[in-house]
């Protein structure tokens, strides 16, 4: 199976985009198949530079290199393949698109449109003010030869248009959505080579996928209602269309169309922001897919064995950050302790310069992974270990734990009076937990009400690792001193 991704190089690329270029790749991926890039920069005004570096990148970053077209060697974009070039700009140059231009013409597919921009703004303006959908009206379908050659002769600008035979009813199965239907008279004669020569996006993509022998194009339902302008070139000029796939539309949570005011949409800012590509793709996957199982992580090689298109829905998707966060959490707790500590490690040196030798980095790094849902959080949940906190009364006492402003000063004293009693070689999370579970069973306290002081004497914190974890981790690192000294500011609080 061979399937592209033909994005344009107009800046960012947007998720929606990953996500038609993910099922492009899997299905490839499935069929040992190959994944085209395609450059169509057919719009020269809205062709930004390094927009197809980023692109790439980006889809490097996702885990998705094409096999065929434009790829990235080192920084750069390079072409590779036997049906190249694979930059729509560079087959213009070549003449690719005017010759199918010239035979479509020739054929009285299409016609030679004179019509000005002026000519079809006031067109359009009355379509609107009738409440009509706005359409080209036909004008230039009737001159004749003749006519055309003056005009061409007389150096009138032009453009090409196709020709909807408007008695058609143009129906085709869908991947996704089945059966479809266009009636004829309600397709525009769409413009198909530009006054400047260079042909639209629907005459250019025809040309392409089908010289580029694409199978199966995946894309986004945006594209649907142009689909019998596609089918109708691939008829006039004699070729097989490839099989189409229209992807359900992403949405915002209130269920309009994704949009930059209710999400981030660039891919980038998901990498900004330290995603990793394992959670955006696992969540894109399962965006408008569903497994047929409850399986809910997959890995590339999982999506490549159980993706189908035939289990993606017609209904438009909604882009669940809350479970995109959830995905991201699952897959840091799956990188190994030691990746996960040296990604962490640069980023609390930076606040903690003494975390770029810190041997007991491992430990900490093992308290944080099974809570942290960005690498950027760690500087701040380590702070503790390398700065002592600032304690509050405030935070000392716990409504939900039952600590309170009286029982306080006394728990601390148990607390410390538990600690100093275990040897500092036995201090092990398991055996000062076992020792506050035994001052428990004596009756007069509850658990929370010595581990939420003990956590927050040591941390300073609401949100933390466990108390003996912490204790234990601070002991090997600073000594038991330092953590009884911390239990004790935290006591001369209670008193000041
Ligand atoms: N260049 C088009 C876009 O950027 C591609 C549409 C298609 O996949 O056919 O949306």
């Not at 994944?35 to 197809?52: M, N």
């Not at 698109?97 to 479509?104: F, H, I, M, P, V």
């Not at 109708?232 to 005011?261: I, M, Q």
């Not at 992580?297 to 809350?322: C, P």
Request: aromatic share 8%.
């Amino acid at each position: 199976m061979r399937t592209r991704f033909a994005p344009s190089p107009t800046g960012y690329l947007h998720v929606g985009g990953l996500r038609t270029a993910l099922m492009s790749w899997l299905v490839a991926r499935q069929s040992k198949g190959a994944f085209l890039l395609r450059i169509e920069d057919t719009d020269q005004e809205r062709s930004v530079a390094g927009a197809t570096e980023n692109i790439l990148k980006t889809l490097a970053w996702a885990g998705m290199q094409p096999d065929e077209g434009v790829m990235l060697q080192g920084d750069s974009a390079v072409q590779k393949g036997t049906k190249g070039p694979y930059i729509q700009s560079e087959r213009q140059a070549q003449g690719l698109y005017g010759k199918y231009a010239d035979e479509l013409l020739k054929s009285g597919h299409a016609y030679h449109c004179f019509c000005t921009p002026q000519r079809l703004e006031e067109m359009r303006k009355k379509q609107e003010a009738r409440k009509q959908a706005p359409m080209y009206d036909r004008q230039c379908v009737k001159l004749s030869p003749e006519e055309v050659d003056a005009k061409l002769k007389a150096g009138e600008r032009y453009v090409i248009r196709m020709k909807v035979p408007h008695e058609r009813i143009i129906a085709f199965e869908d991947e996704i959505r089945g059966k479809v239907q266009f009636q004829g008279h309600t397709v525009d004669d769409q413009v198909l080579l530009k006054s400047d020569g260079f042909p639209t996006y629907h005459l250019a993509h025809v040309v392409d996928d089908h010289l580029m022998e694409i199978d199966l194009v995946i894309r986004g339902e945006e594209w649907l209602s142009s689909l019998p302008k596609h089918l109708l070139l691939f008829e006039f000029l004699g070729w097989k269309p490839p099989r189409y796939a229209h992807v359900p539309l992403l949405l915002n949570k209130d269920r309009t169309k994704l949009s930059k005011r209710q999400n981030s949409v660039a891919v980038e800012e998901y990498m900004q922001k330290g995603y990793l590509p394992e959670a955006l793709v696992n969540f894109l996957a399962l965006l408008g897919w569903n497994p047929g199982t409850t399986q809910e992580l997959f890995t590339m090689e999982e999506l490549v064995s159980a993706f189908s298109l035939d289990r993606v829905q017609k209904a438009g998707a909604v882009f669940d950050t809350e479970k995109l966060d959830w995905l991201q959490g699952q897959w840091i707790r799956k990188i190994p302790l030691k990746e996960f500590m040296e990604r962490i490690r640069p980023l609390v040196a930076e606040k903690y310069p003494d975390a770029a030798t810190d041997k007991m980095l491992e430990k900490k790094a093992a308290l944080i992974q099974e809570r942290i849902t960005f690498f950027a959080e760690a500087p701040d949940m380590l702070s503790f270990f390398y700065i002592k906190p600032n304690v509050s009364l405030d935070l000392l006492i716990s409504s939900k734990q039952k600590v309170t402003k009286e029982n306080l000063p006394r728990a601390l004293e148990v607390i410390e009076n538990i600690l100093k009693s275990i040897p500092g070689k036995e201090w092990t999370s398991d055996r000062l937990l076992a020792a506050f579970q035994e001052k428990v069973k004596e009756g007069e306290w509850k658990l929370g009400q010595l581990l939420w002081p003990l956590r927050v004497a040591l941390t300073g914190r609401a949100y933390s690792p466990g108390a003996v974890e912490v204790a234990e981790a601070m002991a090997e690192e600073q000594g038991t001193e330092a953590v009884l000294q911390r239990v004790q500011t935290a006591l001369a609080l209670t008193t000041s």
